[in-house]
């Protein structure tokens, strides 16, 4: 498998594009959005513990001192800071001056759908998802990843993930056990002209059976036939979903970096 690309015009275009739908779709459903000198911050008091829409987000140049008085002014009541970062060279500023300080530091690939799938894989398996189902295995996905989290904390995050998802006019589709009950997920959202494939999950049992390619290709297939201008996916650069996504058309376009840390709670004495 071929390494990251160069990024070119074209490719960088699609970047901003899909940055863009990304912030316009914070900037939808936080409760409130502030610019802040190098970037912007979105914050939602209703839903405190979703990362996603409590994010100080850097798009333009900042030294790691600046970004860090930032993420204090503006997320010094949550449990958490949550920063996205454009510009790699503050990325990599950032990263060292944070190392071993109990930030988790994550790349996200972004992909844009620009080939045809290395080989033919049947997707007769695949079927529509209700929202209800979709919600079952996200749950259990977050319990996978995030075995102590309270109940309410996913409350949270499943009351989100139901905004996004009407917002973006999303569709469920997955594929059934021998018991009739979803093993594996996708969605497919559409709006603008943009297509976005997100959440990839298979659950552990059901594993290596190539219930993924099969989803994502039809998610691709229907992006293609619905005429959308562009289709994205974002990968973590770090696993090796990235190459599965490649497998089927995806290209990288460009790459976006996270940091995030817990803030623990004040020590009680006595």
Same mark, same amino acid.
């Given at each position: 498998?071929?390494?990251?690309?160069?990024?070119?015009?074209?490719?960088?275009?699609?970047?901003?594009?899909?940055?863009?739908?990304?912030?316009?779709?914070?900037?939808?459903?936080?409760?409130?959005?502030?610019?802040?000198?190098?970037?912007?911050?979105?914050?939602?008091?209703?839903?405190?513990?979703?990362?996603?829409?409590?994010?100080?987000?850097?798009?333009?140049?900042?030294?790691?001192?600046?970004?860090?008085?930032?993420?204090?002014?503006?997320?010094?009541?949550?449990?958490?800071?949550?920063?996205?970062?454009?510009?790699?060279?503050?990325?990599?500023?950032?990263?060292?001056?944070?190392?071993?300080?109990?930030?988790?530091?994550?790349?996200?690939?972004?992909?844009?759908?620009?080939?045809?799938?290395?080989?033919?894989?049947?997707?007769?398996?695949?079927?529509?998802?209700?929202?209800?189902?979709?919600?079952?295995?996200?749950?259990?996905?977050?319990?996978?990843?995030?075995?102590?989290?309270?109940?309410? %904390?996913?409350?949270?995050?499943?009351?989100?993930?139901?905004?996004?998802?009407?917002?973006?006019?999303? %569709?469920?589709?997955?594929?059934?056990?021998?018991?009739?009950?979803?093993?594996?997920?996708?969605?497919? %959202?559409?709006?603008?002209?943009?297509?976005?494939?997100?959440?990839?999950?298979?659950?552990?049992?059901?594993?290596?059976?190539?219930?993924?390619?099969?989803?994502?290709?039809?998610?691709?297939?229907?992006?293609?036939?619905?005429?959308?201008?562009?289709?994205?996916?974002?990968?973590?650069?770090?696993?090796?979903?990235?190459?599965?996504?490649?497998?089927?058309?995806?290209? %990288?376009?460009?790459?976006?970096?996270?940091?995030?840390?817990?803030?623990?709670?004040?020590?009680?004495?006595?």
């Amino acid at each position: 498998m071929s390494g990251p690309q160069e990024p070119t015009p074209y490719s960088s275009r699609l970047r901003d594009l899909i940055l863009e739908q990304l912030r316009d779709t914070i900037w939808s459903l936080a409760d409130e959005v502030k610019d802040v000198g190098p970037g912007w911050v979105s914050r939602s008091p209703s839903l405190p513990d979703v990362w996603a829409i409590n994010q100080l987000h850097i798009s333009k140049a900042a030294s790691p001192a600046e970004v860090m008085a930032l993420a204090e002014q503006y997320q010094a009541d949550l449990s958490f800071r949550h920063l996205r970062v454009e510009p790699e060279a503050t990325a990599r500023e950032l990263e060292t001056a944070l190392h071993g300080a109990g930030w988790k530091i994550d790349r996200e690939v972004f992909m844009a759908l620009m080939g045809r799938p290395t080989r033919e894989v049947p997707t007769d398996a695949v079927v529509p998802l209700s929202e209800e189902q979709m919600a079952t295995l996200m749950r259990r996905w977050l319990r996978e990843d995030f075995p102590d989290v309270e109940a309410g %904390r996913l409350d949270q995050v499943d009351d989100y993930t139901r905004r996004e998802g009407k917002l973006w006019a999303e %569709r469920g589709f997955g594929i059934l056990d021998d018991a009739g009950a979803p093993a594996a997920i996708t969605k497919l %959202r559409s709006r603008s002209g943009i297509g976005w494939v997100e959440d990839v999950y298979t659950v552990p049992e059901q594993r290596n059976r190539g219930f993924a390619r099969a989803l994502v290709t039809h998610a691709s297939t229907l992006a293609r036939s619905g005429g959308h201008d562009l289709t994205f996916i974002i990968a973590d650069d770090n696993d090796w979903p990235k190459h599965l996504y490649e497998s089927i058309g995806f290209r %990288r376009v460009g790459t976006v970096w996270t940091f995030h840390r817990p803030v623990p709670p004040p020590r009680t004495t006595g």
